[in-house]
Structures are given as structure tokens and as C-alpha cells.
């Protein structure tokens, strides 16, 4: 078993990476394999709404000048994920809301069902608001939130000073503690046992 996490700071070696590599480590000790992927400093381009993706069923998104597609193909292997974001002026960082949301878009059906969990890291406050953001795609593609002793929150600022959060770091090691116990149940039988699903109805509230 797999789980992807996504390093959403600019900063390679800064608080969120810190929070996601304490919680990969207890992955690894838990038998479960972890890989931190970071977005980079390079634009994330957002969605435009062409919806290519669908009308060519390419399982991608269109454009392919970014880290999305790359990150997508990674999902193929993934049975769980774990999002990472510092806090800009109490949201995601902006690339990091990008990528999810064309990433969920054309990929969709390669998160269904995954056990997933965000990941917060601020200098003081904002943490909860970014966190319910980060949170939303993931009710709406079947996927099972990862819980912790609190919520999945990091405190610091300068580079490294995460470690010093020390609840912090005791909840980034509950969640991903969770996550092991929840993979090894859904894949306790060799194959994941994922609920039946009835086929989706959407409607609008304008006709």
C-alpha cells in the first residue's frame, strides 16, 4: 500500500514538508509506502472550463505544461493521499487549489473512494478556514477523511520551526496512524473493499 502526499509549499524544505515527513515516516514504520511530492515554484495553471478532458475521456487534464498530469499519473498508485498547504491570508496556498481542482476534474476516478486528509501549516492563524477548504473536494469524490486528536494543524514560520510545535508534530504522527489503520482495513482481504455506489443523479436548481 501507497500513500501520495502533496507538499503544496513553494518552500522544499519548509514547515509543510516538515509536518509531511513526520507523518511519511510513521507511514513507513506502519508497512505503508510514502512519497512526498512537492508542486515547486513553477505556475499551476487553474481550470478553465473547456472541459476537454470529459468530452475526449482523456483521464487527464488537457493542458499538460505542469506538475497536474504528472501528479495525476502518481494517483494510479496511490491508496491514500495527503494534502499539504501553508496558509496565505487564511486559504490554500492558490497553486495548491489549482492543481486539486483540475486534478479532481479530469482524474476523478482515480480518488474515488482513497482515504485522504489535509494538512495546514500557518505562522498564527487561518489554519481552519484553508483546512475545510482543502477538505471539500474530498466529500465530494467518495473519499473517507483521514482524522487526527485535533484538527491536522502545524504552527510556525520560519523554516524548520515546525518542529518545535510539538502537539503539532503529535498530530501529524495520530493521523497518519489513522491512515495506516484505515488502509489496512479497507485491504484486508487482499483487494479493497470499497462500498457500492448508486449511479450519480445531478440536477440544477435553475430549470
Known sequence: MKVLLINGSPRKQGNTFVALSEAASVLEKQGIQAEIVQIGVKPVRGCVACNQCKMKELGRCVFDDDVCNHIGKKLDDADGLIIGS??????????????????????????????????????????????????????????????????????????????????????????????????????????????????????????
Open 86 to 207: 501553508p496558509v496565505y491570508y487564511g486559504q490554500p496556498n492558490g497553486s495548491v487549489l489549482s492543481l486539486m481542482q483540475r486534478l479532481f476534474y479530469s482524474a476523478g476516478t482515480k480518488v474515488q473512494n482513497k482515504p485522504a486528509a489535509a494538512v495546514c501549516v500557518c505562522r498564527r492563524g487561518g489554519a481552519t478556514a484553508a483546512l475545510q477548504t482543502l477538505n471539500m473536494p474530498f466529500q465530494m469524490m467518495n473519499m473517507p477523511i483521514v482524522t487526527s486528536q485535533y484538527w491536522n494543524i502545524v504552527y510556525g514560520r520560519e523554516e524548520g520551526q515546525a518542529m518545535l510545535d510539538d502537539e503539532g508534530m503529535q498530530t501529524m504522527r495520530t493521523l497518519a496512524n489513522n491512515m495506516a489503520w484505515l488502509l489496512k482495513k479497507i485491504h484486508a482481504d487482499g483487494q479493497p473493499d470499497y462500498p457500492e455506489r448508486e449511479p450519480w443523479a445531478p440536477m440544477h436548481f435553475i430549470r
